[in-house]
């Protein structure tokens, strides 16, 4: 018998039970609205890909030199599905995890997580420093100044966009209309 899937409840309980930094407790807000969005998009489960996106930086603030491994461990001990622990882990993919994005929910996971940093760095150099009134455009403008959000790895974001198949800007706007649902969480309502 399958585990059942988690609430966001029981998601965001883990998460702040292994997280107190701000920074890291919107990322996960961001990604987790982002992946709401895109199960909407696909014709998905809005929850199961919510909490997926809500906990993959689980053992991050704790356990950096573990990432995806005490994920992996923590979701486990918690009862979570075994293909929602993949989902999880397959996120680190050739950074920390040799697990391989196959579904459309691990490689839309894949995709994302590096492209909300971008998006949320793109949005606070912004005039009304919001994702509300951002376009694709202003973002790709920064995709090419290495020097922008250096730590961002534009590699990885680009192996999720051929992953997935798409062109950069859709993925782009996407996760932009994701972040605009859980802007006020993530601090990037700005003025707009």
């Avoid at 579904?103 to 606070?124: H, W």
């Amino acid at each position: 018998m399958s585990s059942p899937i988690p609430t966001r409840e029981d998601a965001l309980a883990l998460l702040k039970k292994y997280n107190r930094s701000d920074s890291l407790i919107k990322h996960a807000f961001a990604v987790e609205g982002v992946m709401r969005y895109m199960a909407r998009k696909y014709g998905e489960d809005e929850n199961v890909w919510g909490v997926v996106g809500l906990v993959h930086d689980l053992d991050y603030e704790q356990f950096p030199d573990q990432h995806c491994k005490k994920t992996e461990e923590i979701l486990k001990e918690n009862n979570w599905p075994d293909h929602l622990i993949r989902a999880v882990v397959s996120h680190g993919w050739g950074i920390c995890s040799d697990v391989q994005p196959q579904t459309t929910m691990e490689k839309v996971l894949f995709a994302i997580d590096e492209l909300t940093g971008l998006v949320a760095t793109s949005a606070l150099v912004r005039p009304t420093k919001s994702v509300l009134d951002m376009k694709a455009k202003s973002v790709k403008k920064k995709w090419k100044d290495k020097r922008f959000a250096a730590k961002v790895d534009r590699s990885i974001i680009q192996q999720g966009v051929d992953m997935l198949g798409v062109e950069l800007g859709e993925l782009i706007t996407d996760t932009i209309m994701g972040m605009r649902e859980v802007a006020d969480e993530i601090g990037l309502k700005g003025d707009a």
